[in-house]
């Protein structure tokens, strides 16, 4: 643990464990929701695009900016000292919150996108023709194209494990896919478009007996349920801050020591080296090596606020609440006439993807918008799974902890309204 780090962990509070259940107390803390649009209250079922914040993260932003705000690891005057330890202390809550050996293998990025960027990035310096990546059937694009563009600078081969109709991996096939020359296995740990669980510690136990490295997509994860990479066993796990109720423009890329070690820098610039002459530079060791620049310092302090803010829950009542939630979304919507469930994998997070017989998927957003139903419409920058299952776009509803089954009732009710409408 870096000095700063240590004294902001010595400052911190002592946890006084987890608040009790109160769905109403938990939605007041949410000040977005508590307001109409197109004369209805928010339904905001557009979580897995982006989750809402609570006012601890929007304070703990607006307190930094007022009192804090200094560049990090660049000066010695009181504000640059305060920021440090901020910025530092974010990376150690980062540590803890996900179980990681060292703050050295926790980064600071954008996000899951650029995460997966510099790992594709870095792998394939070393890589050529014929070596193999391996990715899933229902991938985010985000963890295809990088992976397509290395493709076309490295010639490098990508093969893809199938799902079956209910949206769960085929992990009969993976073996074979694992076998020489697969470099990478690359997956999400839970589906953006079909809410699927995939046993990712089952799957990294595999690839690591074929002597291959796994990379997990976190980003839909994090808001459903704490995450262990030391338990998962994943040599890379990356997450978007925005996703799990924090800020924008902050995200982070966890990565095995030994393995970051290995990897090039991925961008150039300030605060990513040891030397630098117009003849050579050496660079520092992860994470700065991967930092290069003025970092979203504000955006990792409101990260850290966010992780304080899930741990001061229950996370058992949380994931009940989430599940039952589900279970009745899936009944309400399977009653609708005409209405298609999208997957119905065992293990899910409580996203429901679905078409009605007659309404394009855009007509329909547009309909429950003037209800005050917040959804997403269109592939789901998720087009090869669209392909799979024949559609070119469904409607997503995604939910949070602070959704209620009042909310799923108006979506039901929305949606027939737009049957009705479009009839």
Same mark, same amino acid.
């Not at 690359?186 to 799957?203: Q, R, Y």
């Not at 990260?303 to 829950?313: G, V």
């Not at 979304?329 to 007659?358: Q, T």
């Given at each position: 643990?870096?000095?700063a780090?240590?004294?902001?962990?010595?400052?911190a509070?002592?946890?006084?464990?987890?608040?009790?259940?109160?769905?109403?107390?938990?939605?007041?803390?949410?000040?977005?929701?508590?307001?109409?649009?197109n004369?209805a209250?928010l339904?905001?079922?557009?979580?897995?695009a982006?989750?809402?914040?609570?006012?601890?993260?929007?304070?703990?932003?607006?307190?930094?900016y007022?009192?804090?705000?200094?560049?990090?690891?660049?000066?010695?005057h009181?504000?640059?000292?305060?920021?440090?330890?901020?910025?530092?202390?974010?990376?150690?809550r980062?540590?803890?919150?996900?179980?990681?050996?060292?703050?050295?293998?926790?980064?600071?990025?954008?996000?899951t996108t650029e995460?997966?960027n510099?790992?594709?990035?870095?792998?394939?310096?070393?890589w050529?023709? #014929?070596?193999? *990546?391996?990715?899933?059937?229902?991938? @985010?694009? =985000?963890?295809?194209? %990088? /992976? &397509?563009?290395?493709? !076309?600078?490295?010639?490098?081969?990508?093969?893809?494990?199938?799902?079956?109709?209910?949206g769960?991996?085929d992990?009969?096939?993976?073996?074979r896919?694992?076998?020489?020359?697969?470099?990478?296995?690359?997956?999400?740990?839970?589906?953006?478009?079909?809410?699927?669980v995939?046993?990712?510690?089952?799957?990294v136990?595999?690839?690591?007996?074929h002597?291959?490295?796994?990379?997990?997509?976190?980003?839909?994860a994090?808001?459903?349920?704490?995450?262990?990479?030391?338990?998962l066993?994943?040599?890379?796990?990356?997450?978007?801050?925005?996703?799990?109720?924090?800020?924008? #423009?902050?995200? *982070?890329?966890?990565?095995?020591?030994? @393995?970051? =070690?290995?990897?090039? %820098? /991925? &961008?150039?610039?300030? !605060?990513m080296?040891?030397?630098?002459?117009?003849?050579r530079?050496?660079?520092?060791?992860?994470?700065?090596?991967?930092e290069a620049?003025t970092?979203?310092?504000?955006?990792?302090?409101?990260?850290?606020?966010?992780?304080?803010?899930?741990?001061?829950?229950?996370?058992?009542a949380?994931?009940?609440?989430?599940?039952?939630?589900?279970?009745?979304?899936?009944?309400?919507?399977?009653?609708?006439?005409?209405?298609r469930?999208?997957?119905?994998?065992?293990?899910?997070?409580?996203?429901?993807?679905?078409?009605?017989?007659?309404?394009?998927?855009?007509?329909?957003?547009t309909?429950?918008?003037?209800?005050?139903?917040?959804?997403?419409?269109?592939?789901?920058?998720?087009? %090869?799974?669209?392909?799979?299952?024949?559609?070119?776009a469904?409607?997503?509803?995604?939910?949070?902890?602070?959704?209620?089954r009042?909310?799923?009732?108006?979506?039901?009710d929305?949606?027939?309204?737009?049957?009705?409408?479009?009839a």
């Amino acid at each position: 643990m870096t000095l700063a780090a240590e004294i902001a962990a010595a400052d911190a509070p002592e946890p006084s464990g987890p608040r009790p259940w109160d769905l109403d107390a938990i939605r007041r803390d949410f000040p977005i929701l508590n307001q109409q649009v197109n004369g209805a209250p928010l339904a905001y079922l557009d979580n897995a695009a982006t989750a809402q914040k609570p006012t601890a993260v929007i304070e703990s932003i607006a307190d930094f900016y007022r009192h804090d705000n200094a560049n990090v690891h660049r000066a010695v005057h009181a504000l640059a000292e305060r920021a440090t330890l901020a910025y530092e202390g974010a990376r150690e809550r980062v540590r803890g919150w996900i179980n990681a050996r060292s703050v050295s293998e926790v980064v600071f990025l954008r996000g899951t996108t650029e995460a997966i960027n510099l790992i594709a990035h870095g792998l394939g310096q070393g890589w050529s023709a #014929g070596d193999r *990546v391996v990715l899933t059937q229902m991938e @985010h694009h =985000a963890n295809i194209v %990088p /992976w &397509q563009l290395l493709r !076309e600078r490295a010639g490098i081969d990508i093969a893809v494990l199938p799902i079956n109709d209910a949206g769960e991996l085929d992990l009969a096939g993976l073996p074979r896919l694992l076998a020489p020359p697969t470099r990478l296995l690359a997956l999400t740990h839970v589906s953006n478009v079909l809410g699927t669980v995939n046993p990712i510690a089952d799957i990294v136990h595999i690839a690591h007996e074929h002597g291959v490295p796994v990379l997990v997509d976190g980003a839909q994860a994090m808001a459903h349920q704490r995450v262990d990479v030391q338990a998962l066993d994943c040599d890379f796990y990356c997450f978007s801050g925005h996703k799990m109720f924090g800020p924008t #423009g902050i995200g *982070v890329l966890y990565g095995r020591q030994a @393995h970051l =070690a290995a990897l090039p %820098p /991925w &961008q150039g610039g300030g !605060e990513m080296i040891r030397r630098v002459t117009f003849e050579r530079v050496r660079f520092a060791d992860p994470p700065q090596r991967f930092e290069a620049g003025t970092q979203d310092f504000a955006g990792a302090v409101g990260l850290a606020a966010a992780i304080d803010y899930l741990d001061n829950l229950d996370q058992g009542a949380l994931a009940r609440h989430e599940q039952s939630l589900l279970r009745y979304a899936v009944e309400r919507l399977d009653a609708v006439p005409g209405l298609r469930l999208i997957g119905r994998a065992a293990h899910r997070a409580p996203v429901l993807s679905f078409l009605v017989d007659g309404v394009h998927a855009h007509d329909m957003g547009t309909l429950l918008d003037r209800k005050g139903v917040a959804v997403r419409t269109g592939h789901h920058c998720a087009m %090869p799974l669209m392909d799979f299952y024949g559609v070119p776009a469904t409607t997503r509803a995604s939910l949070a902890f602070y959704n209620t089954r009042d909310e799923i009732d108006r979506l039901a009710d929305a949606i027939d309204y737009a049957r009705g409408v479009l009839a």
